[in-house]
Nanobody, 125 residues
Framework: QLQLVESGGGLVQPGGSLRLSCVNS????????VGWFRQAPGKEREGVSC????????YYVDSVKGRFTISRDNAKNTVYLQMNSLKPEDTGVYYC??????????????????WGQGTQVTVSS
């Protein structure tokens, strides 16, 4: 079974940067689309970015376009989310999730087979 572990969260001031990592510790991640989701206190979990399994196409929701960059290093079984120009509204628990042979067609949580435990990101002065 795929096991995903996120890391890289923390407390950062507005305008700062963080890089999140999502590592698969058991199997190759090449065959999976990987999405990043976040959940703010009292809100629903929302998708923010995805990288597809086939050609590593990348997708972003409007609120993070131009600030976040998703990438993958298949040799390290790792997907990254580089987050720049962070805003207080980016605060939340960030989760990565994997979809076998996925194309990032949607952020419907039911389409993702495996989830990590989450990492907290807090943007505050």
């Amino acid at each position: 079974q795929l096991q995903l572990v996120e890391s890289g969260g923390g407390l950062v001031q507005p305008g700062g940067s963080l890089r999140l990592s999502c590592v698969n510790s058991r199997f190759t991640i090449d065959y999976y689309a990987v999405g990043w989701f976040r959940q703010a206190p009292g809100k629903e979990r929302e998708g923010v970015s995805c990288i597809s399994s086939t050609d590593s196409s990348t997708y972003y929701v409007d609120s993070v376009k131009g600030r976040f960059t998703i990438s993958r290093d298949n040799a390290k079984n790792t997907v990254y989310l580089q987050m720049n120009s962070l805003k207080p509204e980016d605060t939340g628990v960030y989760y990565c999730a994997a979809d076998l042979w996925g194309s990032c067609s949607s952020y419907d949580r039911s389409e993702y087979d495996y989830w990590g435990q989450g990492t907290q990101v807090t943007v505050s002065s």
